[in-house]
């Protein structure tokens, strides 16, 4: 109903306007001054204000000026009813933006064409804008549901066509199933061939989804380079198959600035009713992808008992490691480096281990993993480092041994921007000389970016420590890269000594390393030696030192020490 504010200081008047405009069929209200008035009209934003000029502590000029100003107000209709209609007067009203006047006594039908009049104009006025915002609105909606890039719904809106069909599902006992889709390596894409290559790819992307699925299904970009797919009305069976048609699809090569280009696709999937709600038939999409792509899986990595029950243990196991520094959870053992000519101890191996409160001892196979997973390597490496380092010092002291201690850093630490720093400060904080501290990197960690890696060993080897390549002939380096590094030992794999009296390729990998090793003035040392076979084999090659079983596990420090104390030799 349309709404009318009189504001009029003579009641008789007052009450005759809001008669008429009942008649009308007009929401009256009324204020018998102008300050009334205003505050009455910033409060219910009247379609058109009726207000007398002569009214006492604020004039009808007042009132017009006040509401004028304030934004909600201004654009109401405003009629000034007087009984002075000298030019003057109109002149000065309509300077302040009156939009009519009515002079007094008037009749009800004055009344009823100067309200008409106006609410006509007005709405002619404001039709465009109403159409206008009308539009705007519709245009906020979709952006509210739609990727902007691709124009695929978006998350909100896939997971609001999630619970539809899940409704549904429930109600047919049909399956459904949620796929996600994700582009290996798109960063790195996004840095070699600009942002506006990225935008083609996915785009090229949801064009490509598009084709491979009904009007009934769903595509939808949920972040980055992630895609939801939302299939329906299928078996199990027709599911895993519309996955790998997906899959082949994605796969082919794309044409993006005049190149032909391929990227990997990772790809994972849940079905309902193994899965009962939305919010979890996305996040096990979500897991399984992620799974399929550690496990190097080049199909459609459907979430099962196998993976709910890894990432439970992951789960476990990523809680319990956050605590392990701060319970002193966490050991360092160490494993006897043997010299082949003395049989004496010349050095050791700093190994990792957990010997949980609540999960009891935990191999380093596994938490190893979920620590450069999670980056908990980093502050874990760091104290190993330093706890391997106080460890020497204390042997050097007490024992007058210059003994070598070996730490082996991950393919994630050796990344770390603050590594080269964070060993200096450790040899200036445990006085160890640096000569005695030997950093242990794989070959595979070494080649995966010769040049940084270069780099890097460059700057370790400057603070005076020895670097070891560990796991040699496991990779796939160069001779022309392998003369570069910095490198003062190489590491025989224990995959090579296993076998060297029963196997001649093991044989002659040992052998070649062994020789390649002499002939760039490095030393050899062998790893995972069990057998006086294996250690005759060695000597023979000329291996410089060994570690292995066949001397000593990795023990503690405590056990080490009594090695030492006994001055326990290899037998040769």
């Known amino acids: 109903m349309t709404t009318i504010l009189i504001i009029e200081d ?64 201004a654009r109401i209709p405003f009629i000034f009813l007087t009984a002075r209609a000298d030019r003057a007067d109109i002149r000065r009203g309509m300077n302040l933006g009156a939009d009519d006047y009515l002079t007094k006594p008037f009749t009800s039908s004055d009344l009823g064409e100067a309200i008409t009049a106006r609410l006509c104009k007005q709405a002619a006025i404001t039709a465009p804008y109403v159409l206008e915002m009308k539009r705007a609105a519709e245009q ?17 809106q896939f997971q609001h066509r999630l619970q539809e069909a899940l409704i549904q599902a429930n109600r047919n006992q049909q399956a459904i199933a949620v796929l996600c889709v994700s582009l290996e390596r798109f960063r790195a894409f996004n840095v070699r061939f600009g942002q506006s290559a990225g935008d083609a790819l996915l785009q090229s992307v949801a064009e490509r989804l598009k084709t491979c699925v009904t009007a009934e299904d769903t595509i939808a970009r949920l972040s980055g380079d992630e895609f939801c797919i939302l299939l329906t009305h299928r078996s199990p069976e027709a599911i ?27 790809m994972g999937g849940s079905i309902y009713p193994n899965d009962e709600s939305g919010d979890k038939l996305l996040n096990h999409a979500a897991i399984a992808m992620n799974w399929g792509r550690e496990q190097g899986n080049p199909h459609c990595q459907f979430y099962s008992d196998e993976i709910a029950e890894t990432t439970a243990t992951r789960s476990l196991l990523e809680a319990g490691l956050r605590r392990a520094l701060d319970k002193a959870e966490l050991q360092v053992h160490y494993q006897p480096q043997v010299n082949l000519i003395t049989g004496r101890i010349i050095g050791a191996e700093a190994f990792l281990r957990w010997n949980s409160a609540e999960l009891g001892s935990i191999s380093p196979f596994n938490f190893i993993a979920v620590a450069e997973e999670t980056g908990l390597i980093v502050p874990i490496g760091e104290w190993m480092i330093q706890i391997a ?22 393919a994630y630490q050796f990344k770390q921007p603050g590594l080269v720093r964070s060993i200096a400060q450790i040899l200036k904080d445990t006085e160890l000389d640096a000569e005695l501290l030997a950093i242990e990197i794989s070959e595979t960690t070494v080649m995966a970016d010769v040049e940084a890696s270069l780099s890097t060993l460059q700057q370790i080897k400057e603070l005076g420590v020895h670097i070891s390549i ?12 392998l003369t570069r590094l910095p490198m003062d030992t190489l590491k025989i794999d224990q995959a090579f000594v296993k076998d060297i009296t029963t196997d001649q390729y093991g ?27 294996q250690l005759a084999f060695l000597r023979r090659q000329g291996c410089n030192a060994l570690q292995g079983f066949l001397f000593s596990p990795a023990i503690s420090a405590d056990e080490f020490e009594k090695l030492l104390t006994e001055d326990k030799r290899l037998l040769l």
């Open 470 to 481: 560990d796991d040699f002939g496991t990779g796939y380096s160069s001779l022309n890269y």
């Open 240 to 266: 895993e198959r519309s996955a790998e048609e997906i899959l082949k699809a994605l796969s082919a090569p794309y044409l993006i600035q005049e190149h032909s280009l391929h990227t990997q696709i990772s």
């Open 10 to 73: 003579t009641a008789s008047l007052q009450e005759e306007i809001l008669q008429m405009l009942d008649l009308m069929n007009f929401r009256g209200l009324a204020a018998d001054n102008g300050v009334a008035g205003v505050q009455l009209a910033q409060q219910h934003l009247p379609d058109i204000i009726l207000c007398d000029i002569m009214m006492p502590e604020m004039d009808g000029y007042d009132v017009l000026q006040t509401l004028r100003r304030n934004p909600e107000t």
């Open 507 to 533: 044989a002659a990998i040992a052998s070649a390393i062994t020789a390649l090793a002499q002939s760039l003035n490095l030393r050899v040392v062998a790893e995972g030696v069990e057998t006086p076979e």
């Open 389 to 410: 380092c106080l460890q020497a010092k204390t042997w050097q002291t007490k024992h007058l041994l210059p003994l070598r201690m070996s730490v082996n850093l991950s």
């Open 140 to 156: 906020l909606g979709q952006m509210a549901f739609r990727d902007s890039l691709t124009g695929l719904p978006n998350r909100i």
